[in-house]
Nanobody, 124 residues
């Protein structure tokens, strides 16, 4: 089970850190991703990190503002979000993929497990 937390209501330019804690299984051998879904829009890729934390990927819209990281000892993945914009508003989901190639990190269908989501609202 994946539990996402850390969302909230912030103003543009503020920062938030999302956490995704895994229970019942280890994320040690999983690539982890963050996706988001804005009202009325499809779920979109935000960021991903490989199992050992060395390789990461970001969507163009968050590159340079967001940082994904993981602490395998704590079985937790993080998404540090800086300089938030109203366009970042949405429900953020974390996901885990056991077998995935880096070129497919942005495809939601490649992920095996999903958290319940945490809402991020950025006001202008």
């Amino acid at each position: 089970q994946l539990q996402a937390s850390g969302g909230g209501l912030v103003q543009g330019g503020d920062s938030l850190r999302l956490s995704c804690a895994a229970s019942g299984r280890t994320i040690l051998n999983y690539s982890m991703g963050w996706f988001r879904q804005a009202p009325g829009k499809e779920r979109e890729f935000v960021a991903a990190i490989n199992a050992n934390g060395i390789s990461t990927k970001y969507s163009d819209s968050v590159e340079g503002r967001f940082t994904i990281s993981r602490d395998n000892a704590k079985n937790t993945v993080y998404l540090q979000m800086n300089n938030l914009e109203p366009e970042d508003t949405g429900v953020y989901y974390c996901a885990a993929a056991k077998w995935i190639v880096e070129g497919l990190w942005d495809l939601a269908r490649e992920y095996d497990y999903w958290g319940q989501g945490t809402l991020v609202t950025v006001s202008s």
